[in-house]
């Protein structure tokens, strides 16, 4: 039977329980992030189910947490997060990171303000359509070898770098600096391989973009300076992913990892969130090749800036240099040490659709930034606003430095094709001043503004509740999607 309402307990405005123990199974409780508007829309799919069951994870620490724009997914919610034990029975679950591993959004600068691009917006997203190939199976315009994308799979966005895609700086604007350690080229499949090879500098299908954008309203001037954003700074959100690659990586996994579960008599509700042993063989090999497709996605988003950047230059001069301000990815599953139960412990942090946040003060942001906390960037939908966040203390003590990832979903893509607002959609945005370009009319109709929850309302949750802190809102000019 699905949850009801009554089963869930307020804990206060922004969080809400289901305890351990509601469901047969569950090791741990599960905590929602969100509202009472928004967990009335829960209630018409499966994502909270999918949230207890994430709860019955064997080896989960802490409870199974799920993010204000959780929504429907494969095995896990899109917006849910678990840690795992790895040195016991811990696992570790494809479902939990999904099948665009390192799916992710990377965010440029521009010297550049609203009036000076609008005069020319059009013009820009000509351009930036016509040197950045988009859409589902697309190949690209950068030739590499199979031996030059081993060599990416394992060094990530410094491969690009270094072949002339980017500088220096881009990336240790970058989560990991671009690179996760522990990529393993040589667990990718040659079927991924093939997929990914003419991928690299490519944008993608479904709800990946590039928005060119303004930044409508600055809340923190103390936080936004750091960062180099000001009020009517146009700026570029590139939403990408590892393409083809990290799609199959993931299926080839699910095919073995689904088996290898009897062997280590692991029994779940789901069979989408087939998992195994962190330590095991399965495991190890699973890791490798996650590793190895988030290299190749945070390569391909480098290779999308460099393109990025061209067009600026095409339009607006050789002196417009558009700069990396940060890079975080949201479909991950990586080691990193937290506070549990009052000790600092490693944990195996999966992170389906949602964000790394971590507080100002922590090692692993990049030195410039570290007094006001990690850049966290959290779209909207192509009608509405993304915004920039820095993250908070709150989020180490409660969501293992995490935070969402989006507005998330209340309508399917199906249903977003067939609903009335799809009928007129690229018109009522350039209604709104915004030129949408995409390579099919589904390209915009899947995505429609209405198709996403209030990302105002999103960010109030994530924000009062402590996970980030708002810096700036961002409203969208130009677009280009698959």
Same mark, same amino acid.
């Given at each position: 039977m699905p949850l009801e309402l009554n089963q869930l307990e307020k804990l206060d405005e922004y969080r809400f329980l289901v305890p351990r123990g509601t469901r047969p199974g569950m090791l741990t409780d599960a905590l929602i992030f969100t509202d009472e508007r928004m967990l009335k829309d829960l209630l018409k799919d499966l994502s909270l189910e999918q949230a207890v069951n994430v709860a019955m994870l064997p080896g989960i620490v802490g409870p199974s947490l799920a993010?204000?724009?959780?929504?429907?997914?494969?095995?896990? =919610?899109?917006?849910?997060?678990?840690?795992?034990?790895?040195?016991?029975? !811990?696992?570790?679950?494809?479902?939990?990171?999904?099948?665009?591993?390192n799916c992710g959004v990377r965010l440029l600068g521009s010297s550049l303000n609203r009036w000076e691009v609008h005069a020319k917006i059009r013009e820009l997203v000509n351009q930036l359509f016509r040197d950045i190939p988009s859409g589902a199976g697309r190949g690209g315009n950068i030739r590499i070898s199979y031996d030059d994308l081993d060599e990416l799979l394992r060094d990530g966005a410094a491969w690009m770098v270094? #072949?002339?895609?980017?500088?220096?700086?881009?990336?240790?604007?970058? /989560?990991?600096?671009?690179?996760?350690?522990?990529?393993?080229?040589?667990?990718?499949?040659?079927?991924? +391989? +093939?997929?990914?090879?003419?991928?690299?500098?490519?944008?993608?299908?479904?709800?990946?973009?590039?928005?060119?954008?303004?930044?409508?309203?600055?809340?923190?001037?103390?936080?936004?300076?750091?960062?180099?954003?000001?009020?009517?700074?146009?700026? &570029?959100?590139? #939403? %990408?992913? %590892?393409?083809?690659?990290?799609?199959?990586?993931?299926?080839?996994?699910?095919?073995?990892?689904? =088996?290898?579960?009897?062997?280590?008599?692991?029994?779940?509700? *789901?069979?989408?969130?087939a998992c195994v042993p962190v330590r095991s063989p399965e495991g190890q090999a699973y890791l490798g090749a996650m590793c190895a497709a988030a290299n190749f996605a945070w390569a391909n988003r480098q290779g999308i800036t460099h393109f990025t950047r061209q067009a600026f230059k095409r339009i607006f001069g050789e002196q417009e240099e558009l700069r990396?301000?940060?890079?975080?990815?949201?479909?991950?599953? +990586?080691?990193?040490?937290?506070?549990?139960?009052?000790?600092?412990?490693? &944990?195996?942090?999966?992170r389906k659709g949602a964000t790394r946040a971590f507080p100002p003060g922590h090692p692993q942001i990049p030195e410039v930034y570290r007094h006001v906390g990690q850049p966290v960037l959290i779209p909207g939908s192509m009608g509405t606003a993304s915004y920039v966040l820095v993250g908070a203390e709150g989020a180490m003590q409660e969501s293992f430095g995490t935070t969402c990832h989006g507005a !998330?979903?209340?309508?399917?893509?199906?249903?977003? @094709? @067939? %609903? =009335?607002?799809?009928?007129?959609? @690229?018109?009522?945005? /350039?209604?709104?001043?915004?030129?949408?370009?995409?390579?099919?009319? *589904?390209?915009?109709?899947? /995505?429609?503004?209405?198709?996403? @929850? *209030?990302? *105002?309302?999103?960010?109030?949750?994530? #924000?009062?509740?402590?996970?980030a802190r708002r810096v700036a809102r961002l409203k969208p000019m130009g677009v280009i999607k698959g």
């Open positions: 993010m204000p724009d959780i929504h429907q997914g494969y095995g896990f =919610p899109i917006g849910g997060v678990a840690a795992t034990d790895p040195r016991g029975d !811990g696992v570790i679950s494809p479902g939990g990171v999904g099948f665009d591993i270094g #072949h002339g895609y980017g500088r220096g700086e881009d990336l240790t604007h970058c /989560e990991e600096n671009g690179a996760i350690e522990g990529a393993d080229a040589a667990a990718v499949s040659d079927r991924a +391989k +093939k997929r990914g090879l003419p991928q690299v500098g490519t944008l993608g299908s479904g709800n990946h973009f590039l928005e060119v954008q303004y930044i409508e309203q600055v809340f923190d001037p103390g936080r936004a300076e750091p960062l180099g954003l000001f009020a009517g700074e146009v700026v &570029v959100l590139i #939403h %990408s992913g %590892s393409r083809g690659l990290g799609h199959q990586v993931c299926t080839d996994y699910l095919r073995e990892i689904g =088996p290898a579960m009897q062997r280590h008599g692991i029994n779940l509700p *789901d069979r989408q969130l990396v301000i940060y890079d975080v990815c949201h479909n991950i599953a +990586k080691l990193e040490r937290h506070q549990v139960e009052g000790r600092e412990r490693e &944990v195996m942090v999966h !998330g979903r209340v309508m399917s893509r199906t249903a977003a @094709k @067939k %609903s =009335p607002f799809a009928q007129d959609a @690229k018109q009522r945005l /350039e209604d709104l001043g915004i030129i949408v370009r995409a390579e099919t009319r *589904d390209g915009i109709t899947e /995505e429609i503004p209405e198709a996403y @929850k *209030d990302v *105002d309302a999103v960010i109030d949750v994530v #924000h009062n509740a402590g996970l």
